[in-house]
């Protein structure tokens, strides 16, 4: 059983809008409503792909009931501590005319001492039936930047695996306590480390940077450009063709819920690498966010091929 955290989940709105630009008035074409946040991009691709799913966060109002309701139909497990703030809303508007996606983003609720205090003593009761725990995005307000490592030095105290993705000062202080998988951008790892990450040998001293802080899955990803991870027997970069994008947003998260799965099944590492990129390019075939389907998963996981770095 896989376990989602959402910290800072949201109701994920698209607007599908031609010609969109400011200042002026638009009525979409279409629009959905998904039960968002990174982390709830994760649960719903993994339990699309089979897996039983354990989602939970900090969440409260109308939007947080909202929330709710749609894990409950997607068959998602909801252990979502409540909260007096309201969950926020994040809105995608996307332009397939020019070929342009527009976020606009609420920072969340602020929350209590007392609230993530509560989530943070029920967690460890949460994960006990779970071999793998994801941990996906921001924080809220008044969430200290080291709550990710209290989660994984107690999941790893219980022999699970963690996987981390996050960014910023949130990413810096997860390596220190050693997550089991990290798969930052080149962008976002290169904040942390200080240096650009743009050729070959970038790559591969970022990743052994990463091993060396005690992750023992790092991987870095480049968008369209493919991944390189460092699996057991050297640095590898994979490759994916490439496709036409309905909506990229989610695709990171369908990533992170590919390899969730592959490792919960006990797959080899390359197997995991593989389905967690065969997801994250089913997820831009769909206007809706964090969504794979099974036959796209499968067809893009013979498109995958991958390259031995060192």
Known sequence: MILAVTMNPAIDKVYSIDNFAVNKIFRPKAMTATAGGKGLNVARVARILGEKVVAAGLIGGGTGEFINNQLQKDGIISKFVPINGETRICINILD????????????????????YRIFLERFGKIIIDCDVVTASGSLPRGVPAGFYRELIRIAKSMGKMFLLDTSGEYLKEGIKEGPFMVKPNHHELSQVIGQDISSKEDCIKALNY???AGVNFPVITFGEKGCTAALPDGMYHFYAPPVKVVNAVGSGDSFIAGCAVALSRGKEPVDVIRLGMACGMANTQFFKTGMVSRELVDRFLECIRMEKWS
């Open 96 to 115: 397939e005319k020019n070929g342009t996606s527009t976020e606009v983003l609420e920072p969340g609720p602020a929350v209590t001492s007392d609230e």
């Open 210 to 212: 990463l091993r060396e």
